[in-house]
């Protein structure tokens, strides 16, 4: 289905070319504040027109249609929706029945047959995220309220890395890394396949900090589950780890274990963070790292092999319409949204118990 | 919480020193036929007892308490016990309040307090993942009734690779790898590792074939956000990567695109399988391919730092007790059992619809 | 939280005088065709403006935003909102910090505090029915299709009762009852509680016919669970029964067991239907029968004892803004649309078993 | 499925004659003590060899498996199961394959087929109280350290109601009513079922007094919707009403209309507590009241009409086996035991509200 969360939950509605995409937020408590700028500024960081994007216009600004008594959630479900107004369908015209390779088109063509929305993704599209980004971008808010700090950046675009130290530095306002000579470099990444008629796919990394210790269930209910379940409802993720991840397969157990020690304020810390501030599912009081791979844009310009659904005939087919050639940096508060919405959601799980 | 499933809901229970561990299986249809001697053999591929596990003899022998008349369900949920024999908390007493560095230990005392279960790990404890067995065992026996075979192998240990073909070749009896010569080599690393009082981690590759396209959800119910939620229920799992997974994030669109093409039987087909067998969260009609990180066991003989909780000192320890110096290969039917929940879960979803 | 069903589900969204009321039904088959004017003239049945109702004027037009392509569901979640027009937010001025006799204001205030909606019953208003109407309302056309229907009328208000046959009769246009004698002396009971400054109560009896058999689960997922439940978040519900109900608590089992036959059709039924056509939480093939008892109004012109939270004193208060004398015919097509959803959403758990 | 409850899950497994029936109860907080004696004591109120009940004879001692260290809960699931010792499937073989009016042995049969378990009403025996009063008695004992209690007691059998006042006064050992004459006359009533062969219905009330304010959530998680979907997974109720219940239906607003006031400790109460103690969905402070009316229990002696659904043929059968010619007593604790388990669901969740 479409939500997720247990004290919280967010449900997502709409597709590319309806007359609006939204969310719902059931399960915030009552007189939570939600500064409007701020939360458009963050819609801002992933709505398109940028340099790096495609060149659909659409302002993102959330309407609110319940849920708030001026700017304060009052107990009640919060449903804000966004009009879609920059659509052209026709762009999409000759793909009716071609599915586009790396699209969820064939596979939506056998779900739902010929009733599906055939319309630009859907509701496989990535702007789907945007809703995302709302639930999202309010419950940040709320987090700082409690001294947690979500951020992500792109780790990676291509083969290309970041060098810069994070989160201890903020990412530029450019292209959301942290060296700037990283930056320049992905930037080329990207416009090289754009000129290419290709795309090209990166890392996001996301830490947060500040979340207490005891956060989160055993078993099915860690973090680590929960956190990964609501990422791969990002488009294009194929992959998540945690701490020293991937990595921690290839080394010793005396060098993946974080020793424990009393930090000055007689708190437990751990000298390294190889475990990503999760053990056994739950928050051990450092940072929770973890970072998600991102696929290059399906959509590209190039001519691609496909199949015809209707002649039943297999054709060469060219994708229209404006697209990314790489979503990696509109992914990056995505998943700070998504990070933000599962660690709110485990905070209120934690506080009944108490 | 301990249960994940929606049409089929599994329920996890006991802990490593508790009379029993068990599950329960809710929402099978009737008349499923268990084939207990090969459900046995399952268990048996997790068992300890193994040259490259630990010393703790457990037959592992679930006994089926309700849900069966004879060895058929019955459409009433069936549950398993298997009771603990071989139970020796006397090797805990010493960590009772010294956590061990990257188990469970700190985190259970923070969310549980001074009444956790302080015994062998207690609910984290790795032994939980025998009842997982019993529900992916029994589960496995059905898919195959359908022509869905769940297969996985550890695709290496440490640095070491397993370069055998895989599904294509069966893994061995001694170690579950595809080529001889990379098994002993594996072995070998398990066994330098052990010699040094260490431990080590590997990944483990699953590949189900013959699930049908249609499979899954939009968003946050697709298949990738399932199999990933439930698979960090098994400790020590870091990541987990779907086709080319990471991989994905350096390449390019055009590398990555699975093209279509109709097969000779008329059916749709993709010429590469990179995406995994999933696209949108929905399956393709490919194999559905993982890969899982396993980090290091964490119990190592070498004496590691730690803090004493109750007198508030930064201390040395060392891990006592029966410990694998590698648990990957016992982790490999797990991550099957995992996977077969997940897909029979997700076909009955489908059927409704249609 | 806000939300019930589980192959589908429902999330109810607004406050009586947000900008908005709504619903997101997730979980609908592609390919169901929507007649949008049948829909209206079912929301119309529920829409204030009659004789026996409140003179808030409010078309309840609702618009769709997604899930729709045409008139037909594409598989996505299907979004309707419907704004609030004729909001007066002055009427409730004075009830702030006076909760009204009967009504959720007092248990919100404890549960949501200062920040809660204060105007109109907020997300507690009767209002908030008029979107399960939107749901239930398409829902009932998909279950005509498959040869289910859906009614329910005024069995009593206050003391009077309807005494046509139900459900081989059709209710009346000018209010919700068979007879056309009860029907005149049901709005005399209403006009006369009006004119008292006064409400009352009456039975909403519902029947579903052609439901099949087998539709439902064991124990906590019968068809009585699931409608009990989702009953009860219709305002003003203060008990339900199914079949004889109460009454079945003053007989002996021999009265109460219907007698099994074969039909002509070789089709088991049952000579009786004391059951309401639900054996162990199961349909055996006969029509679905309940009843749900509706309170009184709470809103009523006479003066009634309450305290003011804010002064902490006891104090008279009268309630202003324009309420019905009596909720019950409105909530005859409720009760029908909760239904619907409920043995719509069994039906597509029972399809995937077979 | 077999499970409810939100912050604390509660799955029942088992059939009349599998090995063991049993339950599981997840998401309890760590370090609750339970009083094993206490908890035997509640099982046998509703165990089966009273007077007025069936002679299999079945100790119902609960043999915990997992969850507890000790006496008490240590934060994993708890596991209890209970061997079945005294079962005669013999004594249903004749009845295999012609189900008992009144029973779910039809739709058992339609839902489950062949291979669903014919002996003892298998999954939907009413011996799978016993374990929802494993988890109930525990629950109640947590409840009672918060000042919350829960009673219930037969408040009519057949025609014949309690005149005692209730909860007042406390119910008598030898029958779940309060007054000793009403007592002998409800006894007599279901001696005179059995003698002619029959069986008798009746009503069970339940209160639960010392529940905060603010308990329950709006809509579709009121206390009323929870209360009400557990309950009905109790066999053979056919209805339940709150406070004044279906009688509300019959009176004016101004009669049913609580007046609030601030009592002497300055805290909101209602002068006349016709809500039941929930408004909105929330508990008010007041005592929680609810009513549950039990069908007379379907197995009688008296020949009955029914069918073969292997011969297709119309029959006379007889029901043999041990029967209870009135459960309403023995339903009792497990009334309280359904009202206790949702109650403390509830208070979990509100705690975390604040």
Redesign the interface.
Known sequence: ????G??I?V?????SH?????M?L??L???LKVDFDELQRFMDRRAPGKSYSTQRKEPDAP???????GN????????A?IRNKDTRPADYGNLADV?R????D???A????????KTGG???SGR?TAPLCIAGGMIIQFLRERGIEVKARAA?I??VKDDGAFPENDIGEDFPAVSESSRAEMLGEIEK?RA?G??????VECVVTGVP??I???????L???I???V??I?A??????????E???????????????DGD?R?R??TNN??GI???????MPITFRV????????A?P????D?KT???VTMTVNGRHDPCIVPRAVPVVEAVAAIVIYDAL??????N
């Open positions: 289905m479409n939500s997720f247990e004290n939950k449900t997502i509605f709409g597709q309806a007359p609006a995409i939204g719902t059931e399960g408590p009552a007189g309407e609110f249609v319940s849920g708030l008594v304060e959630t009052c107990g009640a479900p919060v449903t929706i599915p390779p790396g699209h969820a064939y596979t939506a056998v779900k739902f047959g010929d009733a599906r929305d859907g509701q496989f789907l990676s291509g083969t396949a290419e290709d795309s090209v796919g990166g890392i210790e005891g989160g269930e055993p078993m099915f209910g860690g680590e589950n929960r990964a379940s609501a791969f409802g488009p993720v194929k992959g998540i780890e945690f701490g020293r991840g991937f921690s397969a290839r080394i010793k157990g005396s060098e993946m274990n974080d020793p424990f020690f009393f007689g437990v751990t000298k475990a990503g053990l056994g599912g739950i928050s051990d009081g791979a991102i696929k290059p844009t399906p959509s590209i190039k691609q092999e496909s199949v659904l039943k005939e297999n209120l799980s934690a506080e009944k118990e």
